[in-house]
T-cell receptor
Framework: KAGVTQTPRYLIKTRGQQVTLSCSPI?????VSWYQQTPGQGLQFLFE???????NKGNFPGRFSGRQFSNSRSEMNVSTLELGDSALYLC???????????FGPGTRLLVL | DQQVKQNSPSLSVQEGRISILNCDYT??????FLWYKKYPAEGPTFLIS?????DKNEDGRFTVFLNKSAKHLSLHIVPSQPGDSAVYFC???????????FGKGTRLHILP
């Protein structure tokens, strides 16, 4: 069974731009969660989608948004990028909401 | 407010000895705890979990202990091997459909 895939793996953007990251969960998994990892901050929860509905949301500004499609694939969008948005963005899928999660390799975003 | 705390940013252990990684939490509503391991340039991988109705769970070289009264859990790795060098994240979940909260991680170095 294929694991969680994320595209692109690396991305360089400039301040003010927007970016869309994609995540394909493990086949059969209906829950997708997104996390931001920065040095010294661990994994900070962004949001979780289950069956195309946002189930939980972390403490991030409205510039961070996401969606999930009927095939469970998910996208995350960050608008008006700031230097502090430079981070590793991780996607995790699970069979059900908040059950054991399986992570993708992440997308490393650099904002210049 | 950090609800899941890993107070040791790093830990060095001799190969063959026991590695003990610690984690404290503040929310008494957490009922499920997990440990993840992360290598550089990869997403975290699930290691072991424990429900709040147990105080110990063992899987091969990995054992997780939970002390609910102290709001403390620990991961024991015996014996430690070079491949165990990684960042370890402690995580916790409240009610069944709640989001999973991660600690900031502890970097484990296994010394030859």
């Amino acid at each position: 069974k294929a694991g969680v895939t994320q595209t692109p793996r690396y991305l360089i953007k400039t301040r003010g731009q927007q970016v869309t990251l994609s995540c394909s969960p493990i086949s059969g998994h209906r829950s997708v969660s997104w996390y931001q990892q920065t040095p010294g901050q661990g994994l900070q929860f962004l949001f979780e989608y289950f069956s195309e509905t946002q189930r939980n949301k972390g403490n991030f500004p409205g510039r961070f948004s996401g969606r999930q499609f009927s095939n469970s694939r998910s996208e995350m969008n960050v608008s008006t990028l700031e230097l502090g948005d430079s981070a590793l963005y991780l996607c995790a899928s699970s069979l059900a909401s908040a059950s054991t999660q399986y992570f993708g390799p992440g997308t490393r975003l650099l904002v210049l | 407010d950090q609800q899941v705390k890993q107070n040791s940013p790093s830990l060095s252990v001799q190969e063959g000895r026991i590695s003990i990684l610690n984690c404290d939490y503040t929310n008494s509503m957490f009922d499920y705890f997990l440990w993840y391991k992360k290598y550089p340039a990869e997403g975290p991988t699930f290691l072991i979990s424990i429900s709040s109705i147990k105080d110990k769970n063992e899987d091969g070289r990995f054992t997780v202990f939970l002390n609910k009264s102290a709001k403390h859990l620990s991961l024991h790795i015996v014996p430690s091997q070079p491949g165990d060098s990684a960042v370890y994240f402690c995580a916790a979940r409240g009610r069944r459909d709640d989001k999973i909260i991660f600690g900031k991680g502890t970097r484990l170095h296994i010394l030859p």
